[in-house]
């Protein structure tokens, strides 16, 4: 009984992390899904977004008990209780509908995400899947991005009000989104890939050049959103990577070179 | 308000954090569980006031749930990660907070989790602390 039941928890526990990393890999282009194919649901919520939620609801709901446990039951179910009492109080207070009910998913969704993050990377060969895996989707972003600014940028994704991709030609340049349709969201997507990147890239053993690149085409992509803290952020880690390069003191007369050049 | 913000004497942004401050401290019941949604006097709409996701919670739930939810969400995370260690990622969580509404922004939130979860130190800092607790009630127990 208890073997049958631990094979059924492990087997819960490698579909869940299954499906954790597919709704990693394809979330960021979901926005896109629905310029292609339209669908909205009643409650005014894109259909590939609320399908992708449940389905990370879901990986919590597999192994909801460990979850709550990790993070601490009295905790979660205090926070659940006192918003409920919220949601009564305003209903009694301004009489709002149920309609309104979708609006407090912004206290449950970071306790979600948390939750099922922490639980399903324990261990190191899966945090390792996962560190690539974002790696991977940030740095597609910032290609997507970079290729959608330079080569053809007078496409313009947008949500339009008949739902279908808007292309505005002649209009020039404008902050560059990806295919998350927002330009601060673009550059804090971006800049998580150069958090893996600085943190992992000894481990994955690559050689130095392609660090360089990446890391150059990461913060590219976080330029071109124009984004100020984004970018900020981006430079100081960029900062962090050559720290011991910015040691020596060749690195050090190359950039005032290059910055003496520069202000001409 | 919209005069001050077209003359440049406050920008657009410290003029929504002085309105969703109004709209909060107007009467107690606001204070308390949050203003009505969509007023017409105030503009303030929980549905797409942005750029502080702290106020855009406030104004969704009322301050004390609020302090009280940062306060237990913090202490989750105190007993998941080791801060230390990772304390420029959430420094840089805490200030995107603050400066956009990116509690709304689902993929934004789902990939901080996972890429903060992923670059946490083998074993786990409670496990690790347990580990020093069984050694040290093991050394208690030989003595």
Redesign the interface.
């Known amino acids: 009984m208890t073997k049958s039941l631990s094979k059924n928890n492990s087997l819960f526990y490698q579909v869940g992390f299954v499906l954790f990393i597919g709704s990693l890999a394809v979330y960021p282009y979901l926005f896109l899904f629905n310029i292609f194919f339209p669908s909205t649901l009643s409650i005014g919520k894109n259909t590939f977004i609320f399908i992708i939620t449940a389905i990370i609801l879901l990986c919590f709901l597999l192994r909801w008990k460990g979850i709550l446990s990790k993070l601490g039951v009295g905790t979660i179910y205090f926070i659940m209780f006192l918003a409920l009492m919220i949601i009564i109080i305003r209903h009694w207070l301004y009489g709002e509908g149920i309609d309104k009910i979708f609006l407090y998913h912004i206290v449950l969704t970071p306790l979600l995400y948390c939750g099922v993050a922490y639980y399903y990377l324990r261990e190191k060969e899966k945090k390792e899947i996962v560190k690539k895996v974002i790696f991977c989707s940030c740095l597609i972003q910032a290609i997507i991005g970079l290729l959608h600014f330079y080569v053809f940028p007078y496409i313009h994704l947008g949500l339009s009000p008949d739902g279908l991709l808007k292309i505005v030609r002649g209009v020039g340049t404008m902050r560059e989104v990806g295919t998350l349709l927002a330009a601060n969201l673009y550059a804090d997507f971006i800049l998580l890939g150069m958090f893996i990147l600085i943190n992992s890239y000894k481990k994955w053993r690559l050689p130095q050049l392609a660090v360089h690149i990446l890391m150059f085409i990461l913060i590219w992509g976080v330029a071109i959103s124009a984004s100020r803290w984004p970018f900020i952020v981006a430079a100081l880690l960029l900062m962090l990577y050559f720290k011991k390069l910015l040691l020596s003191k060749k690195i050090i007369s190359v950039l005032l070179i290059v910055l003496l050049l520069g202000s001409f | 308000m919209a005069q001050k913000v077209a003359t440049g004497e406050v920008t657009v942004r410290i003029a929504k954090y002085q309105l969703a401050l109004s709209s909060l401290l107007e009467s107690l ?1 606001s204070f ?3 203003p ?2 969509g007023r017409a006097d105030t503009g303030i709409d ?2 797409s006031f942005s750029d502080n996701s702290y106020l ?2 406030m104004i ?3 301050v004390p ?1 609020i302090c ?2 940062l306060f ?2 913090s ?3 105190r ?2 990660i080791s801060i230390n260690r990772n304390y ?2 959430l420094l ?1 969580f805490l ?2 907070l603050f ?2 509404n ?19 130190p ?1 074993p ?1 800092p409670n496990l690790y602390r347990k580990s020093i607790l069984n050694q040290a009630v093991s050394l208690k127990a030989e003595n």
């Open positions: 019941p308390l569980v949050g009505f949604f929980v549905t855009l919670l969704t739930f009322g749930f009280l939810f237990l969400f202490y989750i995370i007993k998941t420029f990622i840089y200030i995107t400066i956009n990116s509690i709304l922004w689902d993929v934004w939130l789902f990939y901080f989790f996972a890429t903060l979860y992923s670059l946490q083998e786990s």
